[in-house]
């Protein structure tokens, strides 16, 4: 049996958790629906460290009983797996390919992109969500995007993501309509980035 | 999964036995011991009263194999005292207010300063009322208890010695 839930110290979640969740939905659904664009997930002020407070509001929205969670390394402490247990009430796996949402926050770190669950070909949507904690969105590489709810070219920057990682998205991206989806994170901003959408560094 | 009463620790135990208690009492006598505890302790919200449904177990006679009942509405909601004191409550029905007090109750009892008033001026008395009242409806439910029985008519319901007799194909 797990160890108790440490209540004392447990951060607190949303504090109203239907308009909240309704709002950080909204922003999510943008984030997908327009890829490469900076959305702004703020409802979650005080995250338990090292989550980031747009991955800890995207969290506290959609993650419930049927969501088996994977942390990484980084993330993998006592504060975040209470937070997410309390809360959310998810399960937390051990292994990436097992679990619907993965949350890296040290990406230097992180498994290959086709560690994660890549759904099948009846079932592409069993694949994975993985959130990446990225440094910056206004430094670092310049990203173009290209595809589904993106006009002509949508170009944005990406500091603190390994060199594979772009190599792993195009791989991922050939993998239509199997491969993951990727959620960027850095402070309460997010991108995101789904399967059907080409990259360019 | 329930846990089994005897792997529970004492603390557990008697924790579980006040839960109980807290969630048996009706919303008004909560209330009235509350008001009349004049405490007025400070508190912060881990989870706000929140309304789910729960699926309720039972058991035929209370002996035979669990089945699936159908779902009942529940209350929740989970608080911390200033001193850092969990309280949790869990109540049946759709009352924020009684599941607030179950919680601070909760709370309280698991607290040096108040465990042993709160036990003693709330959870005995109502604990003892309600063992009145269920004993009061087990012995009215009993007075009307009818014990059947199947009287034997020369031929056994059970046996298929008859139609074997008769040569019936069974396959």
Redesign the interface.
């Known amino acids: 049996m797990s160890v108790a839930i440490d209540t004392a110290h447990l951060k607190h979640g949303f504090e109203n958790a239907v308009l909240d969740s309704q709002a950080i939905f909204r922003a999510a659904l943008n984030a997908f629906s327009f890829p490469g664009k900076v959305q702004v997930l703020d409802r979650m002020p005080d995250p338990p460290p090292p989550l980031a407070p747009a991955t800890a509001a995207f969290m506290l929205m959609i993650a419930d009983l049927d969501t088996p969670v994977w942390l990484d390394e980084g993330a993998d402490t006592k504060p975040v797996q209470d937070f997410l247990r309390f809360h959310c009430g998810c399960p937390l796996v051990h292994e990436p390919d097992e679990a619907a949402i993965a949350i890296v926050v040290d990406p230097s770190q992180a498994p290959r992109l086709g560690m994660f669950a890549q759904g099948d070909e009846l079932y592409p949507d069993r694949s994975a969500t993985v959130i990446f904690q990225v440094s910056s969105f206004t430094q670092g590489y310049s990203v173009t995007a290209r595809g589904p709810g993106v006009k002509e070219s949508n170009l944005f920057q990406i500091d603190g993501l390994p060199d594979w990682f772009w190599r792993d998205w195009t791989a991922n991206y050939a993998c239509y309509p199997l491969g993951i989806d990727v959620l960027l994170t850095c402070g309460a901003e997010a991108i995101g980035l789904p399967r059907s959408i080409h990259l360019e560094t | 999964m329930v846990t089994p009463a005897n792997k529970l620790s004492p603390e557990q135990a008697r924790r579980r036995a006040w839960m109980a208690t807290l969630a048996k009492a009706t919303e008004v006598e909560l209330e009235e011991v509350w008001t009349g505890l004049r405490l007025d302790p400070d508190y912060?919200?881990?989870?706000?009263p929140?309304f789910g449904s729960t699926l309720i177990r039972a058991r035929a006679g209370g002996t035979g194999n669990p089945f699936n009942l159908g779902e009942a509405t529940l209350t929740r909601c989970?608080l911390?005292l200033a001193d850092?004191?969990?309280g949790y409550g869990y109540v049946l029905g759709r009352s924020a207010r009684h599941a607030e007090l179950a919680a601070l109750f909760d709370a309280l009892l698991q607290t040096r300063e108040h465990g042993d008033l709160v036990g003693n001026d709330v959870i005995a008395p109502l604990a003892a009322g309600q063992a009145k009242r269920h004993h009061e409806e087990s012995r009215r439910a009993n007075a009307t208890k009818v014990d059947f029985l199947a009287m034997a008519r020369g031929v056994s319901l059970t046996s298929n010695v008859a139609n074997e007799d008769k040569g019936y194909d069974k396959s």
């Not at chain 2, 912060?44 to 706000?48: A, G, H, N």
């Open positions: 912060t919200w881990l989870r706000r929140e989970a911390r850092g004191t969990a």
